[in-house]
Protein backbone atom coordinates (compact mmCIF):
# COMPACT_ATOMS: atom_id res chain seq x y z
CA UNK A 1 0.00 0.00 0.00
CA UNK A 2 2.90 2.40 0.79
CA UNK A 3 4.51 2.13 -2.31
CA UNK A 4 1.09 2.64 -4.62
CA UNK A 5 0.84 5.86 -2.28
CA UNK A 6 4.11 6.76 -3.00
CA UNK A 7 3.62 6.29 -6.73
CA UNK A 8 0.35 7.59 -6.70
CA UNK A 9 2.02 11.19 -5.14
CA UNK A 10 5.31 11.23 -7.64
CA UNK A 11 4.71 13.78 -9.99
CA UNK A 12 3.86 12.50 -14.06
CA UNK A 13 7.29 14.00 -14.94
CA UNK A 14 9.64 12.26 -12.60
CA UNK A 15 8.01 8.71 -13.07
CA UNK A 16 8.27 9.48 -17.15
CA UNK A 17 11.90 9.85 -16.50
CA UNK A 18 13.14 6.30 -16.92
CA UNK A 19 10.53 6.30 -20.05
CA UNK A 20 12.70 9.04 -22.08
CA UNK A 21 15.88 7.38 -22.02
CA UNK A 22 14.06 3.92 -23.52
CA UNK A 23 12.09 6.45 -25.73
CA UNK A 24 15.05 7.67 -27.13
CA UNK A 25 17.05 4.56 -27.77
CA UNK A 26 14.02 4.01 -29.55
CA UNK A 27 13.69 7.05 -31.37
CA UNK A 28 17.33 6.88 -32.82
CA UNK A 29 17.44 3.24 -33.92
CA UNK A 30 13.94 3.68 -35.78
CA UNK A 31 15.96 6.36 -37.80
CA UNK A 32 19.05 4.08 -38.14
CA UNK A 33 16.62 1.46 -39.40
CA UNK A 34 14.71 3.75 -41.83
CA UNK A 35 18.06 4.93 -43.23
CA UNK A 36 19.60 1.45 -43.37
CA UNK A 37 16.38 0.69 -45.78
CA UNK A 38 17.31 3.51 -47.54
CA UNK A 39 20.62 2.38 -48.53
CA UNK A 40 19.55 -1.17 -48.95
CA UNK A 41 16.86 -0.86 -51.40
CA UNK A 42 19.27 1.64 -53.28
CA UNK A 43 21.33 -0.96 -54.09
CA UNK A 44 19.73 -3.38 -54.64
CA UNK A 45 16.93 -1.97 -57.24
CA UNK A 46 16.58 0.37 -60.22
CA UNK A 47 15.27 3.58 -59.84
CA UNK A 48 12.33 4.63 -61.94
CA UNK A 49 13.16 8.01 -62.89
CA UNK A 50 17.20 9.28 -62.76
CA UNK A 51 16.32 12.51 -63.45
CA UNK A 52 15.86 14.09 -60.33
CA UNK A 53 20.41 13.65 -60.30
CA UNK A 54 19.84 16.62 -62.82
CA UNK A 55 20.47 20.33 -61.48
CA UNK A 56 21.53 22.48 -63.94
CA UNK A 57 23.43 25.94 -62.87
CA UNK A 58 20.87 28.50 -60.57
CA UNK A 59 18.70 31.17 -63.31
CA UNK A 60 20.56 33.89 -61.03
CA UNK A 61 23.96 32.37 -60.43
CA UNK A 62 27.08 34.22 -59.30
CA UNK A 63 30.43 33.11 -59.58
CA UNK A 64 30.84 31.49 -56.58
CA UNK A 65 27.89 29.35 -57.05
CA UNK A 66 28.26 28.70 -60.68
CA UNK A 67 31.92 27.30 -59.93
CA UNK A 68 30.45 24.76 -57.68
CA UNK A 69 29.54 22.88 -60.02
CA UNK A 70 32.93 22.55 -61.84
CA UNK A 71 35.64 21.51 -59.50
CA UNK A 72 36.06 17.74 -59.09
CA UNK A 73 35.20 16.53 -55.76
CA UNK A 74 37.86 14.14 -53.71
CA UNK A 75 34.80 11.28 -53.18
CA UNK A 76 32.88 11.51 -56.50
CA UNK A 77 30.46 8.08 -55.93
CA UNK A 78 29.93 9.14 -52.30
CA UNK A 79 28.55 12.81 -53.48
CA UNK A 80 26.93 10.83 -56.37
CA UNK A 81 25.16 8.54 -53.99
CA UNK A 82 23.90 11.00 -52.07
CA UNK A 83 22.96 13.25 -55.18
CA UNK A 84 20.51 10.30 -55.92
CA UNK A 85 19.06 9.85 -53.47
CA UNK A 86 17.29 13.29 -53.37
CA UNK A 87 14.17 12.11 -54.82
CA UNK A 88 10.64 13.95 -55.28
CA UNK A 89 9.84 16.91 -53.19
CA UNK A 90 13.17 17.05 -51.87
CA UNK A 91 14.14 17.73 -55.13
CA UNK A 92 12.34 21.26 -54.51
CA UNK A 93 13.78 21.91 -50.88
CA UNK A 94 17.49 21.28 -52.15
CA UNK A 95 16.57 23.47 -54.93
CA UNK A 96 15.43 26.16 -53.18
CA UNK A 97 18.12 25.95 -50.64
CA UNK A 98 20.71 26.47 -53.18
CA UNK A 99 18.89 28.85 -55.93
CA UNK A 100 16.01 30.54 -53.46
CA UNK A 101 12.89 30.69 -55.74
CA UNK A 102 13.01 30.22 -59.21
CA UNK A 103 9.70 29.35 -60.06
CA UNK A 104 6.18 29.85 -59.06
CA UNK A 105 5.94 25.85 -58.28
CA UNK A 106 8.37 26.18 -55.99
CA UNK A 107 6.38 28.94 -54.18
CA UNK A 108 4.08 25.45 -52.65
CA UNK A 109 7.31 25.02 -50.16
CA UNK A 110 7.36 26.94 -47.85
CA UNK A 111 11.06 28.59 -46.44
CA UNK A 112 12.01 27.09 -42.86
CA UNK A 113 13.38 23.68 -44.12
CA UNK A 114 15.02 25.09 -47.15
CA UNK A 115 16.83 28.10 -44.82
CA UNK A 116 18.04 25.65 -42.72
CA UNK A 117 19.65 23.57 -45.17
CA UNK A 118 21.33 26.10 -46.62
CA UNK A 119 22.72 27.74 -43.45
CA UNK A 120 23.75 24.61 -42.08
CA UNK A 121 25.82 23.61 -45.55
CA UNK A 122 27.45 27.09 -45.59
CA UNK A 123 28.51 26.58 -41.57
CA UNK A 124 28.70 23.43 -39.76
CA UNK A 125 29.04 20.97 -43.11
CA UNK A 126 31.15 23.43 -45.39
CA UNK A 127 34.39 21.62 -45.06
CA UNK A 128 32.71 18.63 -46.71
CA UNK A 129 31.96 20.57 -50.05
CA UNK A 130 35.69 19.95 -51.42
CA UNK A 131 34.73 15.83 -50.09
CA UNK A 132 31.39 15.22 -52.04
CA UNK A 133 30.01 18.49 -53.48
CA UNK A 134 28.11 21.43 -52.80
CA UNK A 135 24.61 20.13 -53.55
CA UNK A 136 25.87 16.90 -51.79
CA UNK A 137 26.41 18.72 -48.84
CA UNK A 138 22.69 20.34 -48.64
CA UNK A 139 21.50 16.73 -48.84
CA UNK A 140 23.44 15.62 -46.32
CA UNK A 141 22.37 19.15 -43.97
CA UNK A 142 18.96 17.97 -44.76
CA UNK A 143 19.22 14.25 -43.53
CA UNK A 144 21.16 14.93 -40.52
CA UNK A 145 18.81 17.93 -40.04
CA UNK A 146 15.40 15.83 -40.32
CA UNK A 147 16.95 12.83 -38.43
CA UNK A 148 17.80 14.91 -35.44
CA UNK A 149 14.29 16.94 -35.48
CA UNK A 150 12.68 13.62 -35.59
CA UNK A 151 14.28 12.21 -32.49
CA UNK A 152 13.21 15.80 -31.15
CA UNK A 153 10.06 15.61 -31.79
CA UNK A 154 9.45 11.74 -30.67
CA UNK A 155 10.70 13.19 -26.93
CA UNK A 156 7.80 16.30 -27.25
CA UNK A 157 5.42 13.68 -28.19
CA UNK A 158 5.89 12.07 -25.10
CA UNK A 159 6.26 14.79 -23.09
CA UNK A 160 2.97 15.99 -24.68
CA UNK A 161 1.28 12.74 -23.81
CA UNK A 162 1.85 12.55 -20.12
CA UNK A 163 0.25 15.76 -19.83
CA UNK A 164 -2.77 15.12 -21.69
CA UNK A 165 -3.16 11.25 -21.05
CA UNK A 166 -1.60 11.42 -17.33
CA UNK A 167 0.04 7.82 -17.59
CA UNK A 168 3.73 7.65 -18.45
CA UNK A 169 2.81 4.17 -19.52
CA UNK A 170 -0.05 4.70 -22.25
CA UNK A 171 2.54 7.89 -22.79
CA UNK A 172 5.49 5.57 -23.90
CA UNK A 173 3.31 3.42 -26.43
CA UNK A 174 2.27 6.12 -28.42
CA UNK A 175 5.41 7.88 -28.37
CA UNK A 176 6.85 4.43 -29.76
CA UNK A 177 4.29 3.96 -32.21
CA UNK A 178 5.29 7.13 -33.69
CA UNK A 179 8.68 6.25 -33.92
CA UNK A 180 7.57 3.42 -36.58
CA UNK A 181 4.54 5.90 -37.80
CA UNK A 182 3.49 4.64 -41.52
CA UNK A 183 5.03 7.77 -42.88
CA UNK A 184 8.46 6.92 -41.33
CA UNK A 185 10.64 7.15 -44.79
CA UNK A 186 9.30 10.88 -45.17
CA UNK A 187 10.99 11.67 -41.56
CA UNK A 188 13.67 10.44 -43.00
CA UNK A 189 14.14 12.03 -45.96
CA UNK A 190 14.40 15.91 -47.23
CA UNK A 191 10.70 16.49 -46.13
CA UNK A 192 9.08 19.21 -43.88
CA UNK A 193 7.55 16.70 -42.27
CA UNK A 194 10.24 16.11 -39.13
CA UNK A 195 10.87 19.40 -38.73
CA UNK A 196 6.46 20.57 -38.66
CA UNK A 197 6.35 17.73 -36.06
CA UNK A 198 8.99 19.00 -33.78
CA UNK A 199 8.00 22.15 -33.60
CA UNK A 200 4.13 21.66 -33.59
CA UNK A 201 4.40 18.57 -30.85
CA UNK A 202 7.00 21.82 -28.81
CA UNK A 203 4.25 24.17 -29.49
CA UNK A 204 1.29 22.00 -27.97
CA UNK A 205 3.74 20.60 -25.52
CA UNK A 206 4.24 24.28 -24.18
CA UNK A 207 0.25 25.58 -24.91
CA UNK A 208 -0.76 22.28 -22.23
CA UNK A 209 1.45 23.73 -20.13
CA UNK A 210 -0.35 26.61 -20.12
CA UNK A 211 2.53 29.58 -21.60
CA UNK A 212 0.34 30.59 -24.41
CA UNK A 213 2.78 33.34 -25.65
CA UNK A 214 6.33 30.92 -25.85
CA UNK A 215 3.56 28.28 -27.13
CA UNK A 216 2.93 30.67 -29.85
CA UNK A 217 6.49 31.11 -30.90
CA UNK A 218 6.44 27.48 -31.83
CA UNK A 219 3.28 27.14 -33.64
CA UNK A 220 4.42 30.25 -35.66
CA UNK A 221 7.38 28.23 -36.48
CA UNK A 222 5.55 25.13 -37.83
CA UNK A 223 3.32 27.35 -40.49
CA UNK A 224 7.27 28.02 -41.63
CA UNK A 225 7.62 24.38 -42.39
CA UNK A 226 3.88 23.45 -43.76
CA UNK A 227 0.88 25.34 -44.71
CA UNK A 228 -1.56 23.76 -42.29
CA UNK A 229 0.74 24.53 -39.21
CA UNK A 230 -1.59 27.80 -39.45
CA UNK A 231 -4.57 25.50 -38.29
CA UNK A 232 -2.56 25.17 -34.96
CA UNK A 233 -4.03 28.65 -34.47
CA UNK A 234 -7.17 26.50 -33.32
CA UNK A 235 -5.84 25.40 -30.15
CA UNK A 236 -5.36 28.95 -29.20
CA UNK A 237 -9.01 29.89 -30.47
CA UNK A 238 -10.46 27.31 -28.29
CA UNK A 239 -8.42 28.07 -25.19
CA UNK A 240 -9.27 31.79 -25.18
CA UNK A 241 -12.92 30.70 -26.12
CA UNK A 242 -12.66 28.60 -22.73
CA UNK A 243 -11.43 31.77 -20.83
CA UNK A 244 -14.20 33.47 -22.48
CA UNK A 245 -17.20 31.09 -21.12
CA UNK A 246 -15.29 31.14 -17.65
CA UNK A 247 -15.27 34.72 -17.48
CA UNK A 248 -18.83 35.53 -18.41
CA UNK A 249 -19.68 32.38 -15.86
CA UNK A 250 -18.17 34.75 -13.27
CA UNK A 251 -19.81 37.81 -14.13
CA UNK A 252 -16.15 39.57 -14.85
CA UNK A 253 -16.10 42.28 -16.15
CA UNK A 254 -15.99 43.46 -20.05
CA UNK A 255 -12.73 44.90 -19.61
CA UNK A 256 -11.30 41.35 -19.02
CA UNK A 257 -13.74 39.78 -21.38
CA UNK A 258 -12.25 41.82 -24.12
CA UNK A 259 -8.48 41.85 -23.21
CA UNK A 260 -8.85 37.94 -23.23
CA UNK A 261 -10.51 38.08 -26.77
CA UNK A 262 -7.43 40.84 -28.20
CA UNK A 263 -4.67 38.63 -26.55
CA UNK A 264 -6.03 35.64 -28.20
CA UNK A 265 -6.63 37.40 -31.41
CA UNK A 266 -3.02 38.49 -31.53
CA UNK A 267 -1.19 35.10 -30.41
CA UNK A 268 -3.65 34.05 -34.27
CA UNK A 269 -2.40 36.81 -36.05
CA UNK A 270 1.02 35.79 -35.01
CA UNK A 271 0.44 31.87 -36.24
CA UNK A 272 -0.77 33.49 -39.48
CA UNK A 273 2.01 35.88 -40.03
CA UNK A 274 4.61 33.69 -41.64
CA UNK A 275 1.78 31.97 -43.76
CA UNK A 276 0.58 35.88 -45.01
CA UNK A 277 4.56 37.12 -45.35
CA UNK A 278 5.28 34.57 -47.57
CA UNK A 279 2.31 34.68 -49.71
CA UNK A 280 3.28 38.64 -49.76
CA UNK A 281 6.96 37.68 -50.71
CA UNK A 282 5.57 35.84 -53.65
CA UNK A 283 3.18 38.90 -54.77
CA UNK A 284 6.39 41.07 -54.82
CA UNK A 285 8.86 38.71 -56.72
CA UNK A 286 5.90 37.24 -59.50
CA UNK A 287 3.26 40.09 -59.74
CA UNK A 288 5.39 43.59 -58.67
CA UNK A 289 6.56 45.80 -61.91
CA UNK A 290 4.67 43.65 -64.46
CA UNK A 291 2.53 44.76 -66.88
CA UNK A 292 -1.19 43.41 -67.01
CA UNK A 293 -0.56 41.77 -69.65
CA UNK A 294 2.54 39.58 -67.85
CA UNK A 295 0.83 38.80 -64.81
CA UNK A 296 0.06 35.55 -64.11
CA UNK A 297 -3.93 35.25 -63.27
CA UNK A 298 -3.66 34.53 -59.82
CA UNK A 299 -1.93 38.06 -59.77
CA UNK A 300 -5.36 39.52 -60.61
CA UNK A 301 -7.45 38.30 -58.29
CA UNK A 302 -9.29 40.49 -55.73
CA UNK A 303 -7.11 38.48 -52.98
CA UNK A 304 -4.26 37.06 -54.96
CA UNK A 305 -3.20 33.82 -52.96
CA UNK A 306 -0.40 32.24 -54.92
CA UNK A 307 -0.59 28.96 -52.49
CA UNK A 308 -4.15 28.29 -53.36
CA UNK A 309 -3.50 28.84 -57.26
CA UNK A 310 -0.44 27.13 -57.45
CA UNK A 311 -1.79 23.56 -55.91
CA UNK A 312 -5.20 24.05 -58.53
CA UNK A 313 -2.80 25.06 -61.51
CA UNK A 314 0.17 22.39 -60.94
CA UNK A 315 -1.48 19.68 -58.53
CA UNK A 316 -5.01 19.94 -59.58
CA UNK A 317 -5.80 19.67 -55.56
CA UNK A 318 -9.50 20.90 -55.32
CA UNK A 319 -13.07 19.98 -53.98
CA UNK A 320 -14.20 16.25 -55.26
CA UNK A 321 -10.88 16.74 -58.24
CA UNK A 322 -9.46 13.63 -57.12
CA UNK A 323 -12.76 11.83 -57.39
CA UNK A 324 -12.02 9.80 -59.84
CA UNK A 325 -11.98 6.08 -60.97
CA UNK A 326 -8.07 5.96 -61.74
CA UNK A 327 -7.40 7.33 -58.33
CA UNK A 328 -9.15 4.06 -57.03
CA UNK A 329 -5.60 2.65 -55.66
CA UNK A 330 -4.44 6.07 -53.69
CA UNK A 331 -7.82 5.56 -51.67
CA UNK A 332 -7.00 2.11 -50.85
CA UNK A 333 -3.40 3.40 -50.15
CA UNK A 334 -4.81 5.93 -47.80
CA UNK A 335 -7.58 3.89 -46.10
CA UNK A 336 -5.59 2.48 -43.20
CA UNK A 337 -4.81 6.02 -41.95
CA UNK A 338 -8.27 7.31 -42.85
CA UNK A 339 -9.84 4.57 -41.24
CA UNK A 340 -7.56 4.58 -38.03
CA UNK A 341 -8.24 8.50 -37.82
CA UNK A 342 -11.91 8.31 -38.06
CA UNK A 343 -11.77 4.98 -35.09
CA UNK A 344 -10.03 7.59 -33.15
CA UNK A 345 -12.63 10.46 -33.35
CA UNK A 346 -15.56 8.14 -33.21
CA UNK A 347 -14.06 6.60 -29.85
CA UNK A 348 -13.68 10.01 -27.88
CA UNK A 349 -16.87 11.24 -29.59
CA UNK A 350 -18.76 8.33 -28.23
CA UNK A 351 -16.85 8.36 -24.85
CA UNK A 352 -18.09 11.97 -24.11
CA UNK A 353 -20.63 13.36 -26.68
CA UNK A 354 -22.29 16.15 -24.10
CA UNK A 355 -18.85 17.44 -23.97
CA UNK A 356 -18.34 17.58 -27.79
CA UNK A 357 -22.28 18.47 -28.70
CA UNK A 358 -21.41 21.82 -26.40
CA UNK A 359 -17.91 22.00 -27.56
CA UNK A 360 -16.73 21.68 -23.43
CA UNK A 361 -18.81 24.79 -23.02
CA UNK A 362 -21.44 22.97 -21.37
CA UNK A 363 -18.92 21.21 -19.18
CA UNK A 364 -17.40 24.51 -17.64
CA UNK A 365 -21.19 25.76 -16.29
CA UNK A 366 -21.37 23.08 -14.50
CA UNK A 367 -18.49 23.14 -13.22
CA UNK A 368 -19.10 26.71 -12.22
CA UNK A 369 -22.45 25.51 -11.20
CA UNK A 370 -21.55 23.43 -8.61
CA UNK A 371 -19.19 25.48 -6.79
CA UNK A 372 -20.85 26.16 -3.14
CA UNK A 373 -23.49 23.96 -3.68
CA UNK A 374 -24.21 21.83 -0.20
CA UNK A 375 -22.93 18.58 -2.32
CA UNK A 376 -20.13 19.85 -3.06
CA UNK A 377 -18.73 20.24 0.29
CA UNK A 378 -20.68 17.37 1.51
CA UNK A 379 -18.41 15.24 -0.70
CA UNK A 380 -15.11 16.83 -0.43
CA UNK A 381 -11.88 15.14 0.22
CA UNK A 382 -13.90 11.73 -0.98
CA UNK A 383 -11.30 10.46 -3.96
CA UNK A 384 -13.47 7.60 -5.02
CA UNK A 385 -15.98 8.02 -8.03
CA UNK A 386 -17.80 5.29 -6.34
CA UNK A 387 -17.81 7.30 -2.83
CA UNK A 388 -18.91 10.16 -4.74
CA UNK A 389 -21.95 8.40 -6.49
CA UNK A 390 -23.05 6.98 -3.21
CA UNK A 391 -23.28 10.10 -1.56
CA UNK A 392 -25.21 11.53 -4.54
CA UNK A 393 -27.73 9.19 -3.60
CA UNK A 394 -27.92 9.08 -0.06
CA UNK A 395 -28.43 12.98 -0.30
CA UNK A 396 -31.15 12.70 -2.99
CA UNK A 397 -34.14 14.49 -0.78
CA UNK A 398 -31.81 17.09 0.59
CA UNK A 399 -30.91 18.88 -3.03
CA UNK A 400 -31.51 17.24 -5.71
CA UNK A 401 -30.46 20.10 -8.17
CA UNK A 402 -26.85 19.56 -6.29
CA UNK A 403 -27.20 15.88 -7.30
CA UNK A 404 -27.60 16.67 -11.13
CA UNK A 405 -25.00 18.85 -11.27
CA UNK A 406 -22.84 16.74 -9.66
CA UNK A 407 -23.70 13.91 -11.97
CA UNK A 408 -22.97 16.22 -14.93
CA UNK A 409 -19.67 17.15 -13.32
CA UNK A 410 -18.89 13.89 -12.64
CA UNK A 411 -19.56 12.57 -16.89
CA UNK A 412 -17.19 15.72 -17.21
CA UNK A 413 -14.42 14.28 -15.27
CA UNK A 414 -14.98 10.88 -15.21
CA UNK A 415 -11.99 8.36 -15.80
CA UNK A 416 -13.32 5.81 -18.14
CA UNK A 417 -12.67 2.57 -17.38
CA UNK A 418 -11.35 -0.25 -19.30
CA UNK A 419 -10.05 -3.95 -18.69
CA UNK A 420 -6.45 -4.07 -18.68
CA UNK A 421 -4.10 -6.71 -19.60
CA UNK A 422 -4.43 -8.69 -16.28
CA UNK A 423 -8.30 -8.57 -16.17
CA UNK A 424 -8.58 -5.25 -13.89
CA UNK A 425 -9.64 -2.35 -14.43
CA UNK A 426 -7.92 0.82 -16.00
CA UNK A 427 -8.67 4.01 -15.73
CA UNK A 428 -8.10 6.28 -18.57
CA UNK A 429 -7.56 10.15 -16.92
CA UNK A 430 -7.38 12.15 -19.71
CA UNK A 431 -10.22 14.97 -19.51
CA UNK A 432 -12.10 15.46 -22.55
CA UNK A 433 -12.28 18.85 -22.20
CA UNK A 434 -8.67 18.96 -23.04
CA UNK A 435 -9.07 15.87 -25.71
CA UNK A 436 -11.57 18.18 -27.88
CA UNK A 437 -9.07 20.70 -29.73
CA UNK A 438 -7.29 17.51 -30.74
CA UNK A 439 -10.37 15.75 -31.93
CA UNK A 440 -11.73 18.69 -33.69
CA UNK A 441 -8.31 19.12 -35.51
CA UNK A 442 -8.23 15.66 -36.41
CA UNK A 443 -11.55 16.08 -38.07
CA UNK A 444 -10.80 18.82 -40.20
CA UNK A 445 -7.75 17.46 -41.34
CA UNK A 446 -9.36 14.11 -42.22
CA UNK A 447 -12.17 16.37 -44.42
CA UNK A 448 -9.82 18.16 -45.85
CA UNK A 449 -7.80 15.28 -47.03
CA UNK A 450 -10.98 12.98 -48.38
CA UNK A 451 -12.54 15.40 -50.33
CA UNK A 452 -10.01 18.64 -51.23
CA UNK A 453 -6.50 16.99 -51.60
CA UNK A 454 -4.57 13.99 -53.05
CA UNK A 455 -5.87 11.36 -50.76
CA UNK A 456 -2.46 9.23 -50.41
CA UNK A 457 -0.67 11.99 -48.96
CA UNK A 458 -2.96 11.84 -45.82
CA UNK A 459 -0.66 8.66 -44.61
CA UNK A 460 2.19 11.36 -43.80
CA UNK A 461 0.18 14.90 -43.69
CA UNK A 462 -2.01 12.73 -40.71
CA UNK A 463 0.95 11.26 -38.93
CA UNK A 464 1.58 14.46 -37.06
CA UNK A 465 -1.73 14.37 -35.23
CA UNK A 466 -1.38 13.15 -31.24
CA UNK A 467 -4.53 11.65 -31.58
CA UNK A 468 -3.81 8.98 -33.80
CA UNK A 469 -1.23 7.53 -31.71
CA UNK A 470 -2.75 8.27 -28.30
CA UNK A 471 -6.21 6.35 -29.13
CA UNK A 472 -3.68 3.01 -30.68
CA UNK A 473 -2.10 3.12 -26.89
CA UNK A 474 -4.92 3.02 -25.27
CA UNK A 475 -6.37 0.29 -27.63
CA UNK A 476 -3.05 -1.88 -27.50
CA UNK A 477 -3.28 -1.91 -23.47
CA UNK A 478 -7.10 -2.81 -22.91
CA UNK A 479 -8.57 -5.62 -23.85
CA UNK A 480 -7.52 -9.38 -25.70
CA UNK A 481 -9.83 -7.58 -28.65
CA UNK A 482 -7.47 -4.37 -28.38
CA UNK A 483 -4.24 -6.25 -28.62
CA UNK A 484 -5.27 -7.90 -31.04
CA UNK A 485 -6.48 -4.72 -33.29
CA UNK A 486 -2.53 -3.61 -31.70
CA UNK A 487 -0.99 -6.24 -33.79
CA UNK A 488 -2.48 -5.14 -36.95
CA UNK A 489 -1.81 -1.49 -36.27
CA UNK A 490 2.11 -2.87 -36.02
CA UNK A 491 1.54 -5.10 -39.33
CA UNK A 492 0.11 -1.73 -41.43
CA UNK A 493 3.05 0.10 -39.89
CA UNK A 494 5.96 -2.26 -40.59
CA UNK A 495 4.08 -2.82 -44.03
CA UNK A 496 4.46 1.13 -45.18
CA UNK A 497 7.85 1.18 -43.89
CA UNK A 498 9.10 -1.20 -45.90
CA UNK A 499 6.70 -0.51 -48.81
CA UNK A 500 7.78 3.35 -48.45
CA UNK A 501 11.42 2.63 -48.48
CA UNK A 502 11.56 0.31 -51.09
CA UNK A 503 9.46 2.85 -53.81
CA UNK A 504 10.02 6.28 -52.18
CA UNK A 505 13.73 5.94 -52.03
CA UNK A 506 13.75 4.64 -55.90
CA UNK A 507 11.13 7.46 -57.30
CA UNK A 508 8.20 5.29 -57.81
CA UNK A 509 5.00 6.90 -56.82
CA UNK A 510 4.29 6.10 -52.40
CA UNK A 511 1.88 8.77 -50.90
Same mark, same amino acid.
Given at each position: ????????????????????? +????????? +????? *?????????????? *???????????????????????????????????? %?????????? %??????????????????????????????????????????????????????????????FRLSVLVLKDPEVAFRASVL????????????????????????????????????????????????????????????YRRMQLVNKAFLQKSTYWLT????????????????????? $??????? %????????????????????????????????????????????????????????????????????????????????????????????? *?????????????? !??? %?? @???????????????????? @??????? $?? +???????????????????????????????? *?????????????? !?????????????????????????????????????FT
Amino acid at each position: MALQSVAATTPPHRRSCPYTH +RLLRYAVAS +RLFVL *TLIIIWRSLVSPYD *TSASINPPCLTSSTDSSNRHGPSVLLPTVGSAIENS %IVWDSVYFIR %IAECGYEYEQTYAFLPLLPLCISFLSKTVFAPLEPLVGYRAVLGLSGYILNNIAFVFASLYLFRLSVLVLKDPEVAFRASVLFCFNPASIFYSSIYSESLYAFLSFGGLYHFMNGTDYFATVWLALSGCARSNGVLNAGYICYRRMQLVNKAFLQKSTYWLTLKILLAGALCCLCIFAPFISF $QAFGYVN %ICMGRSAAEMRPWCKARLPLLYNYIQSHYWGVGFLRYFRVKQLPNFLLASPILSLALCSIVHYVKLWPEVFLSLGLRASSLQKELVGSPLSKA *TEGQPSMDGLLEND !SSN %IL @QDDRSIRLRKGAIKREKMVI @QPSKNGA $QE +RLQCDPVIILPFVLHLSFMVAKHFFVMHVQVA *TRFLSASPLLYWFA !SHIMGSTVIGRRWGYLIWAYCGAYIFLGSLLFSNFYPFT
